[in-house]
């Protein structure tokens, strides 16, 4: 998700009965101050292998459904059994050794890049993660319980 906020302060002037009357007013003016917009990304997902997997079939690019798991996009796109059906799960334990990948792209306007502060954040990245932007890492996660807001 892109979050972005626009400071817009109209302050009203003192009134020169009571300058007790401007603080209380510029209370509320101050509250409104940040006006938040934000941008889910979560379509146009792409997910495969990277690492310790023989499967040529999964270190093609396959469609993702974010958020979710890399268990489900596989199933979901046909490159494996259902886990819950025989002993399924038993031959489906090379998927949590294996490195997967996800990647989307999308486009920031001139009205988002205009904004004060533009932050990207991430919710439920797997425990080890590392997340680019333009080919830049811009963050390494560590604990999947953890919620990232990262500056950009």
Not at 81 to 88: L, S, V
Not at 102 to 122: G, K, N, R, W
């Amino acid at each position: 998700m892109i979050q972005t906020s626009r400071h817009n302060f109209s302050g009203r002037g003192v009134s020169r009965f009571c300058v007790l009357a401007f603080l209380l007013s510029a209370l509320p003016v101050a509250l409104r101050a940040a006006e938040l917009s934000s941008r889910n990304l979560d379509a146009g997902w792409q997910f495969r292998a990277v690492a310790n997997s023989d499967r040529t079939d999964v270190k093609e690019w396959h469609p993702a459904q974010v958020p979710g798991v890399v268990q489900t996009d596989l199933l979901n796109n046909k490159l494996i059994p259902d886990p819950f059906d025989k002993d399924n799960e038993f031959h489906l334990q090379w998927i949590g050794l294996a490195d997967w990948e996800y990647q989307t792209s999308f486009q920031a306007d001139a009205a988002t890049l205009a904004h004060e502060h533009v932050d990207l954040i991430f919710d439920g990245l797997d425990t080890f993660a590392d997340v680019y932007l333009n080919d830049q890492v811009i963050l390494h996660a560590d604990n999947i319980l953890r919620h990232w807001r990262i500056s950009a």
